[in-house]
């Protein structure tokens, strides 16, 4: 007569057993949240916007740790000293996979998303932000992404000024609060300019970016003085305006 054995099962493996009726997509969703929180800052358009979300990021996890622990109890897992650990959510998630027999890959994902949120997030990133970068950051920003542009453009700022100013106009930026004024400074024939760019920054995130002035011979333009020469910088062909220069020339040389 054959006589089976069985091992006498243990807390883990009763709690690996029960865990195969776990849904996972709470826990899933707790790791991936401090990447939604760095996707929905496009959408937080002031420091207080960003504030507010960066609040709730925490609690949210938080919060969804708390009914995942409770969704252990309700599946008869011995999961009632977790809850002293839903405030450090990498360590929950550790401990719960652990608790459940399941690989421990959860919990690296969580801490390592952690960490990028805290390095990539508008407050972190805030703290680079000085003279030099945003003298570069106009330098190398769309004209389509100044406030006062109306349409697409394709063109970078630098390039339309180096094409009108020549290369070596001269960059400066200055800071009052939360302004940044960028200026270059320039000759355009026999014109002097100075171009000036207002930049608002509140710490987390970009308020305005503007052409605030232009100055040719020492006069600030207005109106339609003011629109045509920022059209003629920034959204017309130089290319074709030499060409068709030179063209005229050559035949009024003929």
Known sequence: MDITINMP???NNSNSAKALSL???LIWFICFVPLIGLFLENYANSATAGAVLWILVPLFMIGCSVADCKQLIKHDI???HLYKWVWLTPVYVYKRE????????KAIMCGFFIIAALFM????QSIKIDADYMTVSAQNSYVQSLDNFSGSSSKIIGECIASYLGDDAE???TKDGHNYTVTVKGKHGSDNYTISFLIVYDGFTYRKFTISDVIKNKVSLRDDEFSAVCKEIFTEDKSDTD?????SS???TE
């Open 78 to 80: 011995a999961a009632t």
């Open 171 to 173: 960059w400066d930026c």
């Open 23 to 25: 849904n996972n997509g």
């Open 243 to 247: 060409s068709s220069n030179e063209e």
């Open 121 to 124: 997030n508008g407050f972190t």
């Open 9 to 11: 099962q243990t807390e």
């Open 98 to 105: 652990k608790l459940c027999g399941r690989e421990l890959y």
């Open 250 to 252: 050559n035949s009024q």
